[in-house]
Each structure stands twice: as C-alpha cells, then as structure tokens.
C-alpha cells in the first residue's frame, strides 16, 4: 500500500527545521508546497519547497550546515517502502526558503480495474480541479505544536483522463486516472498471465505423455 508519504515528508522537515515548541505554543503560517508529477509509468517526481522566518532559517542552518546529504539519507529512513533516486537540495538564503526534489518509483499503480492509483494521504482536503489533469489539495496540519499550511499540486502526465480524486473509507484522498498505458499494462498482464497459463498446460500433457 503506498502510504503516508505527505505526512512523512511533513515530520521530516518540522524535525529539520523548526524548535521545539511549549505545549501552549502554536507557531502559525509554515507553508509547504507539494509539487507531485507522475509520469506514464507510474513513477512520480516530487518536489518539496518551504518559506521559514528569521528564527527557523537559523535553527535549519544550524540543524543541517552545508551536509546536504543529511536530507537524503533522512528522507530514505522516513520513507522505506519507496525507492528514491534523483535527488537534488537548492535553497534560497535571501528569501529564507528551499526545494527539495525526488523521483518516487512507483508512487502511482496500477489496481484491479486497470486504472492508475496513488494514496494521497490527506485527509478530508480542499480539492480544486484546476483542469483535466492539474488539482490543487489544500489542508492545515498540526503537528508538533507547528500549523502546517500544505497545499499539494498534481500535474498529471499527457494522455492522462477521466482524472478523479475520490477518498477511502477513511475520509482520505485517492487519486484515479486513466492512461493509453495503463491499457497497454493491463493487456501485457494478460499475455503474460496466458502464456503461463499455456506453459503450465504444455508441461502438464508432456508429463502426461508415456514415453515410446
């Protein structure tokens, strides 16, 4: 199951980049922006950008120094079920901001009735289409005494259709779209699982077979 990537990706840059808050405390208006591209096969880059003030941009700095490695290898730890690869840190002094950029294998799948899949994990969001293939998820998360303004960008790729965001039974997003590749998967399962299927006989006759 493809889960808890938002979230995850959430806990790991409030441990990155913010203090430890009294349990009074709320810090306001941290802001993430979620950039989620999946391409035809079901692979997705995702790019993550936050904006800190003064105080939060120090305690990164000091948090991080110049290992940017450190993202990478905390990234991976957070997120063990994914294979992540592509991985680029940028940051912006001036403006007290960074990106974080990553391919995600298999972050959209395919299910039972052939269409593309993918686990949003956001619960009861703010969902705007903004075309067939663009939506914007908006959402606050508390976490840590931090309020987390999340808004996630899905930029479907070309070919993409019938785009819907549904939720589970949970309350939680889910992704469905349909692609010219996805039939093709599906029709490739289907080979594959015939030609098995033929083998499987073929052994079975020739084992059957009294030999002369």
């Not at 997003?173 to 010219?180: K, P």
Request: aromatic content about 10%; proline content about 2%.
């Amino acid at each position: 199951m493809k889960k808890h990537l938002i979230k995850l990706i959430a806990l790991f840059l409030l441990i990155n980049t913010t203090y430890t808050s009294n349990a009074q405390e709320v810090v306001q208006g941290l802001k993430q922006v979620f950039d989620i591209t999946p391409d035809n096969i079901g692979n997705a880059m995702v790019e993550v950008s936050m904006k800190l003030n003064a105080q939060q941009w120090d305690m990164f700095k000091r948090n991080t120094g110049n290992n940017t490695n450190i993202f990478k290898r905390n990234m991976e730890k957070a997120l063990p079920k994914y294979y992540l690869t592509d991985f680029n840190y940028s940051e912006d002094q001036m403006d007290r901001s960074y990106k974080i950029k990553f391919k995600v294998l298999g972050l959209c799948y395919l299910n039972k009735d052939g269409l593309w899949e993918s686990k949003l994990e956001v619960k009861n969001p703010d969902v705007t289409k903004l075309s067939d293939k663009e939506f914007v998820l908006t959402q606050d998360v508390l976490m840590n005494g931090t309020l987390f303004q999340q808004t996630q960008k899905v930029h479907l790729p070309d070919g993409a259709k019938d785009a819907r965001i549904d939720k589970d039974s949970f309350g939680k997003a889910v992704l469905h779209y349909s692609t010219s590749t996805g039939s093709f998967f599906s029709v490739i399962s289907i080979i594959g699982m015939l030609l098995t299927l033929g083998g499987g006989f073929l052994l079975f006759k020739s084992s059957r077979t009294p030999s002369k």
